[in-house]
T-cell receptor
């Protein structure tokens, strides 16, 4: 039962342009959402998060948007850089549960 | 400081053999998690340890899987009588004991069962 879905397995974007990664969830109890970034042969690293009381959180080039009514969140990276080429995982959990549910990931390739 | 350390980084084993995977969490982190990632899939929760509380084993796929955490620090994930479907990257993560504390992952152990 996949509660967090990333329907785009891959994304290719030109350097300097915006990358938009999408994530949908089904569990209405989720109230904390995170994005992780993963390079090959490394573990995922935390990138940015947002709680359900907000609809936007920004950290440098990275912004996460949350639309609770649509059960949808997105990650914007602008401007995209070659070092952003990685797999990005969306994750979520309810406030009373420490277990994160992860999406299958989106592979981002930034072209020079 | 040192991050989460996992060993071995790669393990190839024959079907039916037992394997042990080790995780050293970040010092001071009381929460420890095991996840696995099969090819083309997201991260699948396996087990969670928090301090001295009983572990949450709800994600373990079968009774061939077990894990322990000694002294509130190092953890070992054991898979008995390995099957080919056990082939995956096994990831360990730790976090501080507070709400919404991000998980810090190790680099994983890539297990291949032949």
């Amino acid at each position: 039962d996949q509660q967090v879905k990333q329907n785009s397995p891959s994304l290719s974007v030109q350097e300097g342009r915006i990358s938009i990664l999408n994530c949908d969830y089904t569990n209405s109890m989720f109230d904390y959402f995170l994005w992780y970034k993963k390079y090959p042969a490394e573990g995922p690293t935390f990138l940015i998060s947002i709680s359900s009381i907000k609809d936007k959180n920004e950290d440098g080039r990275f912004t996460v948007f949350l639309n609770k009514s649509a059960k949808h969140l997105s990650l914007h990276i602008v401007p995209s850089q070659p070092g952003d080429s990685a797999v990005y995982f969306c994750a979520a959990n309810p406030s009373n549960d420490y277990k994160l549910s992860f999406g299958a990931g989106t592979t981002v390739t930034v072209r020079a | 400081g040192a991050g989460v350390s996992q060993s071995p980084s790669n393990k190839v084993t024959e079907k039916g053999k037992d394997v042990e995977l080790r995780c050293d969490p970040i010092s001071g982190h009381t929460a420890l998690y095991w996840y696995r990632q099969s090819l083309g899939q997201g991260l699948e929760f396996l087990i969670y340890f928090q301090g001295n509380s009983a572990p949450d084993k709800s994600g373990l796929p079968s009774d061939r899987f077990s894990a322990e955490r000694t002294g509130g620090s190092v953890s070992t994930l054991t898979i008995q009588r390995t099957q080919q479907e056990d082939s995956a990257v096994y990831l360990c993560a730790s976090s501080q004991d507070r709400s919404y504390s991000p998980l810090h992952f190790g680099n994983g152990t890539r297990l291949t069962v032949t």
